[in-house]
């Protein structure tokens, strides 16, 4: 059965932190030592409250950082962000950017997709500029940090946007290059901060 079709007879069920702590462990499964994949769980107490299905992106986003306003001014640091939100595609993100509004006040959001946009643009711009709020494809976030252009310690909250479904019905897990590059991005230095207590792991 096609995923899709599965997934046209069943209700939808909102993403829960089990959902990536399983997928987790069965992508490091096959060929990680027992001790490689302890460092690589996270616990529960990683995650942000998970969304029900019955936010807006804005509303969930004032429910998991009541402090938004005074985290924004707070920070003063170039080269990063305080929130990273990953999704599938350029567009979704444009998407994601526009149903933010409500949250956001006058903060500062960075696209931080392929389309359209060289990667030294977008390091350029994280350079000069203090921005609180990136949005992108999980690849390019990666290249980013890859490439010292995006650096991860100022970042507190990491929103995955788990729930949502392209034409295909496909969530971003469900596409095996997102996957896998989410995955990446994950294991390269997000699980190290989660684990440490510094960045928490939304799935809106």
Same mark, same amino acid.
């Given at each position: 059965?096609?995923?899709?079709?599965?997934?046209?007879?069943?209700?939808?069920?909102?993403?829960?932190?089990?959902?990536?702590?399983?997928?987790?462990?069965?992508?490091? $499964?096959?060929?990680?030592?027992?001790?490689?994949?302890?460092?690589?769980?996270?616990?529960?107490?990683?995650?942000?409250?998970?969304?029900?299905?019955?936010?807006?992106?804005?509303?969930?986003?004032?429910?998991?950082?009541?402090?938004?306003?005074?985290?924004?001014?707070?920070?003063?640091?170039?080269?990063?962000?305080?929130?990273?939100?990953?999704?599938?595609?350029?567009?979704?993100?444009?998407?994601?950017?526009?149903?933010?509004?409500?949250?956001?006040?006058?903060?500062?959001?960075?696209?931080?997709?392929?389309?359209?946009?060289?990667?030294?643009?977008?390091?350029?711009?994280?350079?000069?500029?203090?921005?609180?709020?990136?949005? $992108?494809?999980?690849?390019?976030?990666?290249?980013?940090?890859?490439?010292?252009?995006?650096?991860?310690?100022?970042?507190?909250?990491?929103?995955?946007? #788990?729930? #949502?479904?392209?034409?295909?019905?496909?969530?971003?897990?469900?596409?095996?290059?997102?996957?896998?590059?989410?995955?990446?991005?994950?294991?390269?230095?997000?699980?190290?901060?989660?684990?440490?207590?510094?960045?928490?792991? $939304?799935?809106?």
């Amino acid at each position: 059965k096609k995923i899709s079709d599965i997934l046209q007879e069943t209700a939808p069920k909102p993403g829960v932190p089990a959902d990536l702590q399983n997928l987790l462990s069965q992508h490091f $499964g096959e060929n990680r030592s027992v001790i490689e994949i302890e460092e690589l769980k996270l616990s529960d107490s990683c995650f942000l409250p998970a969304n029900d299905l019955t936010h807006s992106f804005s509303s969930y986003l004032k429910e998991i950082c009541p402090k938004w306003a005074k985290l924004r001014r707070n920070h003063k640091e170039k080269k990063s962000v305080v929130m990273l939100v990953i999704c599938s595609s350029a567009l979704r993100s444009l998407e994601l950017i526009k149903s933010m509004t409500a949250f956001k006040g006058d903060c500062r959001v960075l696209k931080l997709f392929a389309k359209h946009i060289k990667i030294k643009e977008q390091m350029n711009m994280l350079e000069k500029g203090v921005f609180h709020i990136g949005v $992108g494809t999980p690849g390019r976030v990666k290249a980013l940090v890859e490439q010292d252009g995006l650096c991860l310690n100022s970042t507190k909250y990491m929103i995955l946007d #788990w729930n #949502w479904r392209d034409q295909k019905l496909r969530r971003m897990m469900d596409i095996p290059e997102i996957k896998k590059e989410t995955i990446d991005l994950l294991e390269m230095s997000i699980i190290k901060l989660c684990r440490e207590g510094s960045v928490k792991l $939304g799935l809106f």
